[in-house]
């Protein structure tokens, strides 16, 4: 029996519109878009841009980050950002809850703690045109390696507006 060529190909229809996450790895820089939906919860429209770089990634141990909590996933990883609204209006980023985990072996997480919180400047705040904040997430992780999205947005599609790449050591 034949195989039909044209049945091998992917489908149009299983293609995204949206736009691919950045992909960001220490020492980069990216761009990723904030918008809003409407009062119902739809017509999701980009209203802003955002940089991320991710100035470091370090796996540290509870006492590396004062703490006598011992990870519930099994890592903790210290990550440092800077966030910059380089669009032309405000952006509000909360990162707490909207940061998931996952790699080639475990399904995504949520990989948020309260862990480090209060020390340094807060990454979650409203942005203003060209206003920048270098902030630290403690965040909990299965392994080292993987990936972590951001999901805070109002996105409807349910990809993350930008991952870090972490590194495997």
């Not at 918008?35 to 841009?49: I, Q």
């Not at 032309?88 to 996952?102: L, S, V």
Request: proline share 7%; glycine share 10%; net charge negative.
């Amino acid at each position: 029996m034949p195989v039909d060529e044209a049945a091998l190909e992917p489908s149009e229809e299983a293609s995204s519109s949206a736009p691919a996450a950045p992909v960001v790895k220490v020492g980069e820089t990216k761009e990723f878009g904030v918008g809003e939906t409407d009062e119902y919860g739809e017509n999701y429209r980009v209203t802003t841009k955002m940089s991320v770089t991710v100035v470091a990634a370090k796996y540290v141990t509870p006492a590396e980050v004062d703490t006598t909590n011992e990870p519930q996933h099994g890592q903790f990883v210290k990550l440092t950002l800077t966030l910059k609204n380089v669009g032309k209006a405000p952006a509000e980023i909360m990162t707490y809850g909207t940061m998931k985990w996952e790699d080639a072996s475990h399904a995504a997480q949520d990989a948020s703690t309260l862990e480090g919180v209060g020390e340094g400047p807060e990454l979650d705040t409203t942005y203003k045109p060209g206003q920048s904040v270098t902030g630290t997430l403690v965040l909990d992780v299965a392994a080292k390696g993987g990936t972590v999205g951001y999901y805070g947005t109002e996105d409807p599609s349910g990809e993350p507006a930008f991952v870090v790449e972490l590194p495997s050591t």
